[in-house]
């Protein structure tokens, strides 16, 4: 969703909200690329703040929104080619926290373990749709699978 002269400040900032928490996206990520203070991005949500987001701001949330759907895409398909008895758990990493992301995974340490959930989400949200079962991961030493 991208910012449209109809809708009112209210609704503009919460389709800003909305879709920066669909992405996972924390403020601190939309601050570092804008290279703007957190507190900026934070008054672009807050209804009783003039201030908008900017069309830069929304443009990033656009970007990521193609990233997570290209990406999730990928995932799908792998797991489609892979997994031809549905009745066998498709098994996704749900990370606990920042540490817990950078501990687990070979992935760019600079992601943010949020972006991370958003797209297994994502992603369990499909397979799920195509009778595929899905089960979450925690690190507890060894890989515990957890259901969800």
Not at 30 to 57: H, N, T
Not at 58 to 85: C, G, I, N, P, Y
Not at 122 to 138: A, D, H
Request: glycine share 2%; aromatic share 10%; charged share 30%.
């Amino acid at each position: 969703m991208q910012h449209s002269n109809f809708m009112s400040k209210s609704e503009e900032k919460a389709s800003f909200r909305a879709l920066r928490d669909y992405l996972g996206v924390p403020l601190s990520f939309i601050a570092e690329e804008l290279q703007v203070r957190i507190p900026s991005v934070r008054r672009w949500e807050m209804l009783d703040c003039d201030q908008m987001p900017p069309a830069d701001a929304w443009a990033l949330l656009e970007r990521e929104k193609e990233s997570q759907d290209a990406f999730v895409q990928r995932m799908l398909d792998l797991v489609r080619q892979t997994h031809q008895d549905k009745n066998e758990p498709v098994r996704c990493n749900y990370y606990l926290n920042q540490e817990d992301y950078i501990m687990r995974t070979e992935d760019d340490p600079a992601l943010y373990f949020q972006m991370a959930n958003a797209i297994t989400l994502k992603q369990r949200q499909v397979l799920e749709s195509e009778g595929y079962t899905v089960i979450y991961g925690v690190y507890e030493g060894d890989f515990v699978n957890v259901e969800m």
